[in-house]
C-alpha cells in the first residue's frame, strides 16, 4: 500500500509493545530525499483528533513525507479496519506479524466526524488486508463511504483497496459505492511480485482495476508503483502498458525507502530526471493524472486534477 517510510524515520527505528526493536538501515541518502516533515502545527491538529478518537491514518502509520502538505491541502487518508496486516509484504512499514483487531463499530463514525473538525475536502479511504474477515472488509468500505458522505455531503472519497483475494463479487461491492476514485496498486513489475508483495499477485491486481471499469467506466481508476526494488526502466514501461491496456486512468511513481533491516534493502535511488522521464512516458501513454517523484506516494495530491 505504498507504505515506505519519511527518510528521517530510516535511521530511528520502529518499537512494538512487547517486541524487540527492530533494527534500522543507517545509510546516507541522496540529498533529494532529504525533506523537512512540515509545520509541527498542520501535524499536531491532526495527530491530535485522529488519536482522540482512536482511528488510524496511513499517513501517520506510514510517516509519510508528504503528510504536512497534504493536510495543509486538506487532503487525508484514513487507514480503516485497524492498523494490523494480515500479509507481510516485504517493503511495508504498517503493522503485521499477530492477529488484527475486531472491527470497531464506531469506526465510520469516527472518520466522518474527522472529516467534519478537520474541513477536508478530498478523503482517501484505505485499509490493511483483512484476510480474516469474510469479505475482506469491501462491506465496511461502503459503510465508511456513505457515514463520510452523510456528514460530509461535499467530500469526495477515493478508495485505495487491498485485493479481496481476487473475489470479482467484492470488488464490485465497493465500486458499486461510486468512489471518486478506486485505487489499487501493483506496488512493483510483475518479475518482483513474489518476493516484494507476498500474497499479491500481478495478474489479480490488474483484475481489481479492470472490474471496476466494467462495473462503471466513469469512475477513475488507478495504480502505483515503488521504485527501487531492482526493476528496470523497460519493466517499468511494460507496466504502464499493461495498465492502459485495462483503461487505468490514473498512476503514481515513488522511491521504495527501507524501513527497518527487517525489509528489503533499496537496489536503486532512482534520481529525479528518471522520474520526471518516466512521467512523461506515463502522460504519452494516456494516463491523465501522473505523478512522478521520489517522494511521491500513492495519495500525493490525490484531489487533483492534471
Excluded at 524515520?9 to 545509510?27: F, M
Excluded at 495527530?47 to 497534504?70: D, L, M, S, V
Excluded at 457515514?147 to 467530500?155: A, L
Aim: charged content about 25%.
Amino acid at each position: 500500500m505504498n507504505s515506505s517510510p519519511t527518510p528521517s524515520s530510516i535511521s530511528t527505528g520502529s518499537t512494538s509493545k512487547g517486541a524487540p526493536k527492530r533494527r534500522s538501515p543507517l545509510v546516507t541518502l541522496p540529498p533529494w530525499l532529504r525533506r523537512s516533515i512540515g509545520k509541527a502545527s498542520e501535524l499536531s491538529t491532526v495527530q491530535r483528533i485522529i488519536k482522540q478518537r482512536n482511528i488510524h491514518t496511513i499517513c501517520e502509520e506510514g510517516r509519510c513525507p508528504n503528510r504536512a502538505e497534504c493536510y495543509a491541502q486538506k487532503t487525508a487518508t484514513f487507514l480503516l479496519m485497524g492498523p494490523t496486516c494480515t500479509r507481510a509484504c516485504a517493503f511495508c512499514q504498517v503493522d503485521k506479524g499477530h492477529a488484527p483487531m475486531p472491527l470497531d463499530p464506531e469506526e465510520p463514525r469516527k472518520v466522518g466526524e474527522a472529516v467534519q473538525l478537520l474541513g477536508l475536502k478530498y478523503v482517501v479511504l484505505t485499509s490493511v488486508a483483512r484476510d480474516d474477515l469474510p469479505d475482506g472488509g469491501a462491506g465496511w468500505f461502503v459503510t465508511v463511504m456513505e457515514q463520510v458522505r452523510t456528514m460530509n455531503p461535499g467530500t469526495e472519497i477515493e478508495v485505495l483497496t487491498p485485493d479481496f483475494r481476487g473475489k470479482r463479487e467484492l470488488v464490485v461491492e465497493v465500486a458499486r459505492g461510486n468512489p471518486a476514485c478506486y485505487n489499487h496498486n501493483v506496488e512493483t513489475v510483475k518479475r518482483l511480485q513474489r518476493p516484494v508483495r507476498r500474497g499479491g499477485k500481478y495478474d489479480r491486481s490488474l483484475d481489481v482495476l479492470r472490474w471496476v471499469k466494467e462495473v462503471n467506466p466513469e469512475i477513475p481508476t488507478k495504480s502505483g508503483l515503488m521504485l527501487g526494488h531492482g526493476e528496470t526502466e523497460a519493466e517499468i514501461i511494460e507496466t504502464l502498458a499493461d495498465l492502459r491496456a485495462i483503461n487505468c486512468d490514473r498512476i503514481t511513481l515513488g522511491q521504495y525507502m527501507r524501513p527497518s533491516l527487517d525489509h528489503l534493502p533499496v537496489q536503486k535511488y532512482w534520481h529525479p530526471d528518471e522520474f520526471e522521464k518516466l512521467g512523461n512516458i506515463a502522460r504519452e501513454m494516456g494516463f491523465a493524472h501522473v505523478r512522478s517523484g521520489p517522494l511521491v506516494r500513492s495519495s500525493y495530491h490525490a484531489g487533483e486534477e492534471e
